[in-house]
Structure formats: C-alpha cells, structure tokens
C-alpha cells in the first residue's frame, strides 16, 4: 500500500488550500481514511477522517472549515481547507486503516493514529497573516 499526498502549499490568513491523498494497492471506498497533522515542537494531531459508509469526522478546531471528502474512480481522499488560521500550519499526513469491518467503532477509533496501518509522506501548509 502506498499513499501519495499532494497539494497543500501557502496561504494568507482567511485563504483555503486543498490536500489530496491518492492510494495505491487499496481501495479508499472499503477503508477508513485520516488526516493528520504537525506542527513544529507538537504531536500528530487528528484533523479529520472519513469512513466506509461515508460518514465523516472532524476535530473540533477544524470542525466548520474542513471538509473531508472521497473520490472513489480517483482512490483518493482530499481535504479542502477553507478560513485557514496561522495554527492551522503543519504537515499534513494522511492514514489508512487496513482493517476490513462490518460493523463501525465509535468515533474514538477514527481519531486516533494508531488506528492508520499505512502513511503518507506528509505535505506541508504554511498559512501566512
């Protein structure tokens, strides 16, 4: 499994940018996919998942700005980020859960990185005031 992510880049304050992660050797339409980030001196934190099913999942800092979607005839999973703020910037990195469910895991399971078997590099967005 591979995962490329591209897009990302420089923003002003207020501005949007796009994210996108295509997936090789899965198929994003039966696994659960996430974004994460990371900012200098912090932790990875979640940003935003999607399921199979299509429901979705958000941090609440991004929770209104974010959307998180999928395109199955592209296998790929994008993240259009609208109303950017100076702590919004990070490298971006997107996950995907290998695991083949029947039934869905509370929201906690989505949100947490080491539920993601397989990462992207990551790519960075810088947001400049």
């Known amino acids: 499994v591979q995962l490329q992510a591209s897009g990302g880049g420089l923003a002003q304050v207020g501005g949007s940018l796009r994210v996108s992660c295509e997936a090789s050797?899965?198929?994003?339409?039966?696994?659960?996919m996430g974004w994460f980030r990371q900012a200098p001196g912090k932790e990875r934190e979640f940003v935003a998942a999607i399921r199979p099913g299509g429901r979705t999942y958000y941090a609440d800092s991004v929770q209104g700005r974010f959307t998180i979607s999928r395109d199955n005839g592209l296998n790929t999973v994008s993240l259009q980020m609208d109303s950017l703020k100076p702590e919004d910037a990070a490298v971006y990195y997107c996950?995907?859960?290998?695991?083949?469910?029947?039934?869905?895991?509370?929201?906690?399971?989505?949100?947490?990185?080491?539920?993601?078997?397989?990462w992207g590099r990551g790519t960075q967005v810088t947001v400049s005031s």
């Open positions: 050797g899965r198929t994003v339409f039966n696994h659960a």
């Open positions: 996950g995907l859960d290998a695991t083949f469910r029947s039934s869905w895991p509370d929201s906690n399971y989505y949100t947490d990185a080491r539920t993601y078997d397989f």
